[in-house]
Every structure is written in structure tokens, then in C-alpha cells.
């Protein structure tokens, strides 16, 4: 990697992540998923297709999901960029989409998970109540190979759930 | 890194952008959402030196409806995202084919970036905003160092994945009509996979005029090579609206007469006829039941369309029964 800069296009950004300020050198070509990777050592963010269909690398642009696979970090300037660790990065106290997960047995081998949980994240305060087939459509853009999605639809409900309940408190 | 060396290019004024353009008209490209393009540089189909990012480009965020009641018009700038316009009440109500045609365009977090402008330059014949364009009669606004011309969805595409673009031109906003008073108006696809490419996809617009079928135009995706509309006036023009079932089997001999799909490992060439011919007759159907005058505002939707709903009509539309397309447009979230 580091012997590719020098030879091909490279700017000094500045990205917040996380509510984080970094100052780094990319290659103008990396995307944002690599450089939330490999750089900033965010390996919550998964990389599957690496051309936008299976949703495992969903991060949220000012509060909505994208694909940072289909995003160049420099173009990603000037955003709030939000990965899984912001959403939950302490096993001992889950966020209420992890937890939701947990309690709906909504993972297996866990790959596809952490572009659920930014997805969910953001749509169950787009929609504090899906039904069921709102839930399911919510996930669509995400693709899972172990759970055969049931599970994961529950999770969308119970996430919204847990939200509510702690919105009360 | 999967995309090739490149040079990223960020210019803040419309002007800065024509310029660099110019400069780069041999092997620079416009990147906007990027959903189009970044999987194109990702699979290395496409390796330009210079992209001209023009998401913090001032003056392309338009998204209005201007203009005196029946002729308004809705302008989308360059940078406005599919979501933005999806979501808009103002645009559902003067063209809710909009809506209707956006949410089968990928997923959520896919339109969260991908522009509605972006989608008309890349011109994919899968694409449903080209057709929606056309199919309402609508237009671009182009600019480069050489001046401003507006084109037409006629004028435009040239082929699929092709537009009469020259290399320094920026499409600065695109231009939809407003559908007029008395036509009602559908797109229904179908699709192997939520929010996968159609196998086939069909947009129209029915005018009637006191309960009387005046005019039926079509535009399809996924089975032509560009976005051509299928005029059908002449078929259906003085036809009551409730007795349209009697010219429902000409109406999809002609569209299936002016299609001319390819076959490929999802679909063979005649399944996909066979499927634009059986989403035309539901549509047609549909759009002219009595109680289905337009609801101005009524189809806004917010949310991506579910496999579940994809995989009922598909066996639907192999089986041949007409169960309702309406509920699949009725029952989602306003």
C-alpha cells in the first residue's frame, strides 16, 4: 500500500468518524471502506461485494446508510460518518440493535452483521414502529448467508422495541 | 484498492466544474452519487484519470415545483439524490410516477447517494428514471465552456449506456413535467431479487376524460435499448373506463409487438416479452378501475419494495392471474 503513494494521485483529508476528527493521507482512489479498515483500524466495517449489492460494509452519512464501498474516502470530507463501533463498541453493554440482535439469535456467523445494525440503527428512528413486512423491507438492501432472515426481521422489531424502552427511561 | 489510480478533483462552483472538464475531456468523468460509477471503477469496466466530483459544487441542489397550476414543472439538480426526491410530498404531488418508479431503484442506502441526474447520464436501459423522463415528456439542461443547450429524453439517449453527451457537457438538472390533470399513472417491475435490475419494467400514463380513455402512452426498462414511448392512443382512445377489459389483450399484443428484449441467464428473451406484456395488462387494468382516479400525494413511498412482494408477483405473473398490483402500491406508507 504505502508503496503506491508517491506514484498515483494522494490528498491529505480530513474525515470524522465516529464524532472523531483524523487527519490522513489517501490515495485519492480508496475508498472509504478500506480507509475506515486499514487505517483507521475500524474492522467493524465489513467489505463483501465490494460493488454495493450485499450491504455487509453500510456505514451512515450524516445519519443515513451508505455503502463506503461505493464512496471514495476524500469524497466523504465535510460528512459525519457513523460505523458500527459508533453505534456499540463495548460487548459488556450492547446498543439496543446489538442487543436486539442477541435476543433474536439474528446472527450466526456474523458477517453481514455490522451493515444490519448501522441499517437498523437509522431506520428505526425513520420508523419508531415497523410492522413486520416494514421490517423486512427495511433490510432488504442487506444480504445474509446463515439465518434465512427471520431473525433478523424479529430483530428489526425488537431493536425498535429496545429504542422506545429506553427512550422512556 | 479495487478502483484504478485516479485523480479526484473537488470544484465548489459550476463554473470551476465546466473547466476542469474541459481539461480533462479526454479521460475525465462527472462523479456525483457515485452508485453507478464507483462499482463500474471497482470491476476496473471503466479506468478515467480524473474524476470532477461535483457534490460540493453550489447551485445544483435545485429540487422544486414551479410554474402555474397545470403546467407545472418539477427541476432536479445534479446533486439532488433519489432519496431527496422520493421523499419530497411537493413532487409526489404534481408527478407521483416519480415515486412510484424510485422506490424499485436499488436500495435506500443505495439512493441515499445516487443522484436522479446521475442515473439519466449513465443511461442504462435497466434504469428506470431514463424512461420516466421520457415517458413524461421531460428534459435535461446541459452545460459546458461551449454554452447551454437543453435536450430532450428523445435528444439524449442514443443507446444503451449512451447519451449524445459530449465529454466537457455537465447535465446541471433535469427537467420532469407535471402529470396533467385527468391521467393517472403507474410503474410496476419485476425483478429476481429486491432491488436487483428488472427483468422488465413498465411506466403509463392513461388520460381520461369524463370516465373516457383518451390517450395510453408506455415506457419500458429492461426490454428495449433505449427509453422509446409506445404510444397507444389510437388502440384504446374512446374506450369507457369500465369496459377496458375489452382492449386489454391489444394493448399487450402491441406492447410485446414494440419491445424487443435480449435474453440472458436471468430471463430468456420471451419470458421477459411475456412478462412486459403481463405487467402492461395489470397496469392498463389498474389505472382505469373507476375508484382509481388520482389521489394527489397519495403515493409517496418511503421505503424500498420487499422480496416477499417481488417473489408473489413473480408467480403471479407466470400463472397468469391478475392479482392486484393496486395492493402493492395501496398498502405501503404514505
Request: aromatic share 2%.
Amino acid at each position: 500500500m504505502t508503496a503506491d503513494i508517491g506514484t498515483e494521485p494522494t490528498s491529505t483529508i480530513r474525515l470524522s468518524v465516529n464524532g472523531v476528527p483524523h487527519v490522513l493521507d489517501v490515495p485519492d482512489r480508496k475508498l472509504l471502506s478500506d480507509v475506515l479498515r486499514q487505517d483507521l483500524e475500524l474492522t467493524g466495517t465489513h467489505v463483501g461485494c465490494e460493488h454495493g449489492v450485499c450491504g455487509a460494509c453500510t456505514v451512515q452519512l450524516d445519519g443515513d446508510p451508505v455503502r463506503s464501498c461505493l464512496m471514495f474516502a476524500v469524497t466523504a470530507q465535510g460528512h459525519e460518518i457513523k460505523t458500527v463501533e459508533g453505534v456499540g463498541d463495548d460487548p459488556e453493554n450492547p446498543a439496543d440493535v446489538q442487543q436486539a440482535f442477541i435476543d433474536c439469535h439474528g446472527l450466526q456467523c456474523g458477517f453481514c452483521t455490522p451493515g444490519f445494525v448501522t441499517t437498523i440503527d437509522a431506520y428505526i428512528d425513520e420508523n419508531p414502529n415497523p410492522t413486520e413486512e416494514e421490517a423486512r423491507e427495511a433490510v432488504s438492501g442487506n444480504l445474509c448467508r446463515c439465518t434465512g432472515y427471520q431473525n433478523i426481521v424479529s430483530a428489526v422489531q425488537r431493536a425498535a422495541q429496545l429504542r422506545a424502552e429506553g427512550a422512556r427511561l | 484498492m479495487k478502483p484504478p489510480p485516479l485523480r479526484i478533483h473537488r470544484p465548489t462552483s459550476i463554473d470551476q466544474t465546466l473547466d476542469l472538464l474541459s481539461e480533462h475531456s479526454v479521460s475525465g468523468k462527472v462523479l456525483a452519487g457515485g452508485q453507478s460509477l464507483v462499482p463500474v471503477l471497482n470491476m476496473r469496466l471503466a479506468a478515467p484519470s480524473d474524476l470532477i466530483d461535483i457534490t460540493g459544487v453550489s447551485g445544483l441542489d435545485e429540487l422544486t415545483v414551479s410554474g402555474p397550476e397545470g403546467q407545472q414543472e418539477i427541476a432536479v439538480g445534479a446533486t439532488v439524490t433519489h432519496r431527496q426526491v422520493e421523499r419530497s410530498v411537493d413532487i409526489a404531488r404534481a408527478n407521483p410516477l416519480l415515486a412510484e418508479a424510485l422506490r424499485f431503484v436499488a436500495h435506500p442506502a443505495v439512493r441515499n447517494r445516487g443522484t436522479t441526474v446521475g442515473s439519466l447520464a449513465h443511461a442504462d436501459p435497466n434504469g428506470e428514471m431514463p424512461m420516466i423522463l421520457a415517458l413524461t415528456g421531460g428534459s435535461v439542461d446541459v452545460r459546458s465552456r461551449r454554452g447551454i443547450r437543453t435536450l430532450s429524453a428523445e435528444e439524449l439517449n442514443v443507446g444503451p449506456l449512451e447519451t449524445c453527451l459530449e465529454s466537457d457537457e455537465l447535465i446541471t438538472r433535469a427537467i420532469f413535467p407535471a402529470l396533467p390533470a385527468g391521467s393517472r399513472a403507474g410503474f410496476d417491475e419485476l425483478a429476481r431479487r429486491s432491488g436487483d435490475y428488472g427483468l422488465a419494467g413498465v411506466g403509463m400514463i392513461v388520460d381520461v376524460e369524463d370516465e373516457t380513455v383518451t390517450g395510453l402512452r408506455c415506457g419500458f426498462i429492461s426490454v428495449t435499448d433505449i427509453p422509446e414511448v409506445l404510444d397507444l392512443g389510437e388502440v384504446v382512445s374512446g374506450t369507457q373506463i369500465d369496459e377496458v377489459a375489452g382492449v386489454v389483450s391489444r394493448v399487450v399484443d402491441a406492447v410485446r409487438d414494440f419491445i424487443d428484449p435480449g435474453g440472458d441467464i436471468h430471463a430468456t428473451a420471451d419470458y421477459r416479452r411475456h412478462l412486459a406484456g403481463v405487467i402492461a395488462s395489470r397496469l392498463f387494468r389498474r389505472l382505469c378501475r373507476t375508484d382509481n382516479a388520482r389521489i394527489q400525494g397519495a403515493q409517496v413511498h418511503t421505503a424500498g419494495n420487499d422480496a416477499g412482494n417481488g417473489t408473489d408477483t413473480g408467480a403471479d405473473a407466470g400463472s397468469g392471474t391478475g392479482k392486484g398490483i393496486e395492493n402493492d402500491t395501496g398498502r405501503r406508507r404514505a
